[in-house]
């Protein structure tokens, strides 16, 4: 099936000279919703920007079901709703009269119970006649996704969409965003909460000094997350694994005084009590042991970290 978006070998150099983005590619498929994750700086709104029409690219291609976004802008730009991280709009208007504007800056004709059913949908329509100042924080939020959303896009950008939120709003949002896919609609959201895109997301990518330096499947991820290590404090400190233990794999550590296994937590047979038999038929005593678990937060700062440490491009 044809990608929903199609980013090819995207650039970006802004005129101060800095490179934001490069040789970015990535195809979306229609009723995902990927995550971008990357630390402060990375690129993300420099993407979306492009994307967006916002900005323009210093190299590459991105095409919306099939739309140049620059050659054909108006029809790329009228599938893509933008919830920006800033949120912007005009205070003494009301609720109802902002959305509806928002709609017809696409150029879709009016359709008051469109609009009724996406107030209805986003908790808004009992505040419909309020003004936007009168609003709290959180129902200002949802007031942006309304706007996003007001000219029927296929695609929505949430930028950070709960920085800031309290955990109620936070898991509101995510109610939200599901009840959207289910829809049809594409999301592509930025964060900086790792537990976000490990809720949400059915892909993942992490950005880091403006290239994608890894695209993967959540449940992959979770995969990986899986993995444990089991660190054993010896009785007696060695200095080299025994070759007896030789098909675990195990690391030396703390100067021979500890013993690190590293195991698949998902797996049948994870091999921990074979090896804890093993070394009581050795007669190797441990007087404590410790199981971590690597999360998505391990996983992305130790990516983010070979990435920072590679000279730059
Ligand atoms: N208009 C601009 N002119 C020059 N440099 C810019 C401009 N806009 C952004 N940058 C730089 O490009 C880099 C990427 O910025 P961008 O806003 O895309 O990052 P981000 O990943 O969205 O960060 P954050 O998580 O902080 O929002 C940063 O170093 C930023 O300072």
Redesign the pocket.
Known sequence: MQPVLSIFDLGKT???G?K?LSGVSLDIAKGEIFALL??????????ISIVCGIVMPSEGAVSVAGHDHLRDYRAARAMIGLVP?ELHTDAFETVLATVSFSRGLFGKPRDPDFIERLLRDLSLWDKRDAKIMELSGGMKRRVMIAKALSHEPEILFLD?PTAGVDVELRRDMWTMVRSLRERGVTIIL?T?YIEEAEEMADRVGV?SK?RLILVEEKHALIKKLGRKTLTLNLAEPMEAVPAELGEWRLELAGEGHELVYEFDSQAEATGVPSLLRRMSDLGIGFKDLNTKQSSLEDIFVGLVHNSQAEPPA
């Open positions: 802004y005129k101060s800095h934001a990357g630390p402060n700086g990375a690129g993300k709104t420099t993407l991280q950070e930025t900086h950005i403006g």
